[in-house]
Structure formats: C-alpha cells, structure tokens
C-alpha cells in the first residue's frame, strides 16, 4: 500500500508551463514504476506518461510527446511532470499512480496501476 499526493497544479494561459509533483509513502518507492493519468470534464481517465523503477524507461502518450516530461527523484519519494506548451485541451485532473509489480521492465497505459492520488486541477485558458 501507498499514500499519493500531487501538487502543482493551477490556472495558466495557453502556451505557459507547470510543473506537477507527486509524493509517495507507505513502501520502498524507489522500486516501483510511476505514471500520470488526468481525466477531463465529461471523458475518460487518460494516460499521460509513465516512468520505470530506475528512470531507464519512459513512455508518453502521442499528444503530449515532445511537451511533457516525466521524472522522479528516488531520493525524495516523488515522481514530476514537466508540462510545457500547455493548451486548453491539456486541461483536465491529473492524478499519479503507482505499479504494484516491482521492477517492471514495461512502462505504459497497458500496467494496471494499484494506488492513486486525489489528483490536481490543471486549466488551461484560451
């Protein structure tokens, strides 16, 4: 079991950046792979970005690839996303997950996260 809770999030025009943190306790965080997920008003949850166990593999989902980026700092306990460019379509509740299988060598929308933050709100005003 783990405890999750991001921060980070908040009001920012199209164009503009954020930076979303999330922090992990309750296991051995540096062992797990972590991802972010956001949901927007009236759609399904979404996968966004996830990251393995050691940072050695990192998987984006196609709209985001080239303005998100996903670290962590095993150290802290923390996974973050880099969001930069944002538009209004990036507007939702982001949330982070964490995988239940230590060391996993596959990272993506396909793993079956186990433990979930309350999320933070991103908007993105046109």
């Known amino acids: 079991q783990v405890q999750l809770v991001e921060s980070g999030g908040g009001l920012v025009q199209a164009g503009g950046s954020l930076r979303l943190s999330c922090a992990a306790s309750g296991r051995t965080f540096s062992n797990y792979a972590m991802a972010w997920f956001r949901q927007a008003p009236g759609k399904e949850r979404e996968f966004v970005a996830a990251i393995s166990w050691n940072g050695g593999r990192i998987y984006y989902v196609d709209s985001v690839k080239g303005r998100f980026t996903i670290s962590r700092d095993n150290a802290k306990s923390a996974v973050y996303l880099q969001m930069n460019s944002l538009t209004p379509e990036d507007t939702a509740v982001y949330y982070c997950?964490?995988?239940?299988?230590?060391?996993?060598?596959?990272?993506?929308?396909?793993?079956?996260?186990?433990?979930w933050g309350r999320g933070t709100q991103v908007t993105v005003s046109s």
């Open positions: 997950a964490t995988d239940p299988l230590r060391y996993r060598n596959v990272v993506g929308p396909a793993v079956q996260y186990g433990d």
